[in-house]
């Protein structure tokens, strides 16, 4: 049986996020504040959607920042090429990551471990490439601008309505991957994570979970990536096609935790906010290189469980000093069988 | 239903582990599959569950083609199997591994709890069968090799196979859980599951087979019931290098 803080820990978490997200514009002193909450928050969304790989199948994938591109991207030409109204626009432009999740995952998932990030990596590589040279359709390195949705509001409650929305899109994307992760698909995709031949030979369909999953999570990550678009109004491939993204966002989903529902979301807010720190002190420099890449290793090396799965483990010892260790219980069952054999040797 | 295999052949680079093997096995048996170290067994196993696929030869069950199909097929056809060296998910608890071989039908199926009370029961249900209730909420990977080795065969009881092929069950095993082991196998067999169990520990693959296939060199050399098994000269010389 689940123990019951596990079962209400989620929940209290929970309602102290959404608590968080309600009160955060009211309490930012400054639009810029308020715009770094929104940074945070689309940091938040695309390593919830990562994990629904990631966390689930053990699959990493550096690829999923040009999958937020792609999203990004969708939206905004389907909106000044196709005229669309903007949220219908990121709704359909989800919809066609979500499509083209399926051939990519086709090709993509066939290979497993350091295969596969190499693949994801040369996925942001290939796409890098065609949207930049593409450049009569999306506008080329000069970049492509995306009409906001509220012509007219002012800035600060331009922020404020994507604080919301960013806000209920993480709510949604939690929701569902805490669906998941209870689920008998859910538990299927965990077999996948911790031995895939095995759950293969138990009679699990291994491919057709992982494309499924990896659709579900194409299409968060481009809800995130649109949004994005509407919010910020212009998109440069370079930006939106950078394996530096898909890194930062493992290393939020990692430092957080893949196996935690809040794992990622906490991960991102550390880190986001970290990378919005640097910004303002240092500037965009290869300090941000160096520093990502020395945190995934350290992270990986020491905490790859995370950071709340280390503390909570750290916790659980703190309290149950006195309970009994499973090997305990293993030794007793030895002793048991012992006796039982000397018994019937005797006998 | 009968497994069956014809010509069956498979090698790696010059190594030729099966070679040509026409084998069956009769369905409400146990059989054995013996033979000595790198006669094919494991590889036989692997060929038969879509674990790699065989370079010729056929492979049916119960009459339906599953020549090259892919595991979870194989699987769904009623054909389960345990490793030689025992794998279980080893981060899931025991009660978890033993619910992953439960099998959705379609997509709102798995969107159920995976822990809904009516399965959960049935998984702790093999679990006490097998005598490791006690580790429900332990994960795999803290638990001893034997207790693994349960743990490996409820999981794939869960998923009620009508045939359960073996691969070593009493490997690196104490005697008091090879005996339980044995007792278990019979009795699965009463309720009517077929077995094949590659074995080398000779006294249990006589004391609870019905049918004996001994391979050498990738195919069979000797098939019958152990009594036939145990004199015939041929087996003598391969296995026991007599
Ligand atoms: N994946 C593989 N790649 C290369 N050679 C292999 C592979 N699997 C098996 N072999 C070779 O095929 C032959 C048969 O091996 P197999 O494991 O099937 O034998 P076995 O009868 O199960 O032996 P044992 O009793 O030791 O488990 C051996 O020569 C082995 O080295
Ligand atoms: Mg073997």
Redesign the interface.
Known sequence: ??SASSRYLPLGAGVLLIAAILVFPSLAPNPYVLSSGVIVLNWAVLATSWNFVGGFTGYISLGHGALAGLGGYATGLLITKADLPSFVALVAAALLVAALAVPIGFAALRVRGASFVIVSIALVLILLLVFQSWSSVTGGSRGLVVPRPFPGMLRPEHHRVFFFLYGGLLLLALATWW??D???????L??IR??E??????????FAYKLTVFVVSAAFTALAGGLYALWFGDLDPVFQFSVLTGSYIVLMALLGGVRNLFGPVLGAIVVGLALEYFKVEFGSTPLHLVTTGLLLGLVVMFMPDGVIPSLAALVQRLRNREQSS??E??AA??AE?RR??REAANS | MTLQTRGLRKAFGGVVAIDGADVEFQPGRVNALIGPNGSGKTTFFNCVTGMIKPDAGQVTYGGKDLTGRAPHVVARAGVGRTFQLCRVFPRLTAVDNVLAAVRPGGLLHGLRSAHRRDERERALGWLTRLGIEHLADAEARNMSWGQQKLLELAGVLMAEPDTILLDEPAGGVNPALLDRIGTLVRELNAEGRTFVIVEHNMDLVMSISDHIVVFDRGRPIAAGPPAEIRADERVLGAYLGV
Do not use: C, H, N, Y
């Not at chain 1, 209870?182 to 299927?188: C, E, K, L, T, Y």
């Open positions: 049986m689940p669906l998941l209870r689920s008998r698909f859910g538990m299927g965990k077999a911790e031995d031949d095995k759950a293969e030979s138990l009679g699990t369909p291994t499973i090997r219980v293993t069952d030895l069988q039982r054999e």
